[in-house]
């Protein structure tokens, strides 16, 4: 509960109460572990990582995880690396210690290293999220999903049930072209957990591209609804309202993913297009010039700022 609340101290207190009593006590460990991260004792978190590490006895493997992101935090990457290089003859059955890696690999701006070191870990455990969701984002700044298929089916196979590898696999079809296939995969996902925020702004900016504007509304407002701070699903949502024709509504949605920190080229040129849309030069004005602060590569967006300088 202190943890919850930001009392760090406190609860690094209790931790250390409970543990003076039961000292290999791993759930009270994980956390206090939590508790220095969030203190930024990289070093006193890297100390209790390693106690549990050594106990013996059961734990989250994701706490192999935790600790490349405090190496990473702490600047210390090749070192995170060599620690968890010793671990793996202990630890071989666990994905997680090949992602950690990865992760630090990134953070040593090796990419071919990291993605190897995701593939081996998908090798461990195809339903593996986390080099998983590493390798998306790899091929995704490629631009290309393909290499991703085969993972995904296998990662499919042994969790069918696995809401983010149906919604990747959703995200994979749909960059191929397949919309039909991509839908489906959205909406199973949906069918086995209506609450996860992602399908929802998934399904709706698929139904956007398909030009299915009424359900894609449908969905992308029950979507910011359920959960007003998702931000892909706002900004879908205005980009779907502007094509309705409703270009106040999109703005004000626009503009709410905006002050929730989404701050895109993508985000400022559609609000640009909605305000104007509205009649509110100045504001379309003041929207595309955050776009090309961010991106100054735009060249038809400037040649459009320049248009709309021009008018005012």
């Known amino acids: 509960m202190h943890l919850q609340k930001r009392d760090l101290d406190r609860a690094a207190g209790e931790l250390d109460r409970a543990l003076a009593i039961y000292p290999l006590y791993v759930p009270a460990l994980q956390m206090l572990i939590q508790v220095r991260v969030a203190q930024a004792r990289w070093d006193d978190a890297l100390e209790v990582a390693r106690k549990v590490l050594d106990s013996g006895r059961e734990f989250e493997p994701d706490l192999f995880l935790e600790v490349a992101r405090i190496h990473e935090k702490r600047g210390s990457p090749a070192e995170g690396v060599r620690f968890l290089r010793g671990l793996e003859p202990r630890f071989s059955g666990a994905a997680e210690v090949p992602a950690a890696i990865g992760i630090l690999d990134?953070?040593?701006?090796?990419?071919?290293?990291?993605?190897?070191?995701?593939?081996?870990?998908?090798?461990?455990?195809?339903?593996?999220?986390e080099p998983m969701m590493r390798l998306y984002r790899i091929h995704l700044d490629r631009g290309d999903l393909?290499?991703?298929?085969?993972?995904?089916?296998?990662?499919?196979?042994?969790n069918p049930r696995?809401?983010?590898?149906?919604?990747?696999?959703?995200?994979?079809?749909?960059?191929?072209?397949?919309?039909?296939?991509?839908?489906?995969?959205?909406?199973?996902?949906?069918?086995?957990d209506p609450e996860f925020p992602g399908t929802l702004a998934n399904?709706?900016?698929?139904?956007?591209?398909?030009?299915?504007?009424?359900?894609?509304?449908?969905?992308?407002?029950?979507?910011?609804?359920?959960h007003p701070d998702n931000l892909e699903a706002r900004v879908n949502l205005g980009a779907v309202?502007?094509?309705?024709g409703r270009p106040r509504e999109a703005a004000e949605n626009l503009e709410e993913a905006v002050r929730l920190g989404h701050r895109t080229p993508d985000v400022y040129n559609h609000l640009g297009r909605a305000w104007f849309d509205v009649g509110e030069l100045p504001r379309a004005i003041e929207a595309l010039r955050e776009s090309l602060k961010l991106d100054p590569g735009q060249e038809e967006i400037r040649?459009?700022?320049?248009?709309?300088e021009e008018m005012s």
Do not use: C
């Open 106 to 129: 990134l953070a040593l701006d090796r990419p071919a290293e990291a993605e190897a070191e995701f593939l081996r870990a998908l090798r461990i455990d195809p339903a593996a999220p």
């Open 146 to 158: 393909r290499p991703l298929r085969e993972p995904m089916r296998a990662a499919l196979e042994r």
């Open 162 to 192: 696995s809401v983010m590898h149906r919604n990747w696999m959703g995200l994979i079809r749909q960059a191929e072209g397949d919309l039909a296939g991509a839908e489906k995969d959205f909406l199973e996902a949906r069918t086995v």
């Open 203 to 226: 399904l709706g900016a698929l139904y956007g591209r398909m030009g299915r504007l009424p359900e894609a509304e449908a969905v992308l407002a029950e979507a910011v609804a359920d």
């Open 241 to 244: 309202l502007g094509k309705l």
């Open 303 to 308: 040649e459009i700022l320049r248009e709309l």
